[in-house]
């Protein structure tokens, strides 16, 4: 049984969710270190600038950005060619778990694990276009 919002299916609603998640990771680096609003004048600068796991938080947004097109045109066009409904929907949410505890394992410096659920989140992405 597929869960539809109007015409927002439960991918649609990860692609949504997916947008938001470096969001996330860079507020925590940003409001746990020593940013201020003078700071938003050279945001990059700061954050260039940041050690430890705070630095680790930046790395993980800039990364989830960079992975973020990939996964919507593998949604988009799943849809597109009728794909199982279950099975998007299923890898749409499995991507999105996967993305969250690459987050933590890369702020928590864990560098292989984070490389793992690096490939598991590719290895959705890849999936959608075979549903």
Known sequence: MTLTTGSMTIAYWCVFIAILLPVAFTGLA????NFQPKHNHAPRKFLDGL?????????AQQNTFESIPGF?????????????QDN??????????????????YIADIALMRTLAWALGVACILG????
């Open 51 to 59: 050690t430890g796991w705070q630095q680790r938080s930046n790395w």
């Open 30 to 33: 940003k409001f746990t270190s």
């Open 72 to 84: 919507m045109a593998a949604v988009i066009i799943a849809h597109q060619i009728g794909g199982n």
């Open 88 to 105: 998007i929907d299923m890898l749409a949410v499995s991507y999105i778990i996967i993305r969250v505890v690459y987050g933590a394992l």
């Open 128 to 131: 959608l276009f075979f549903t």
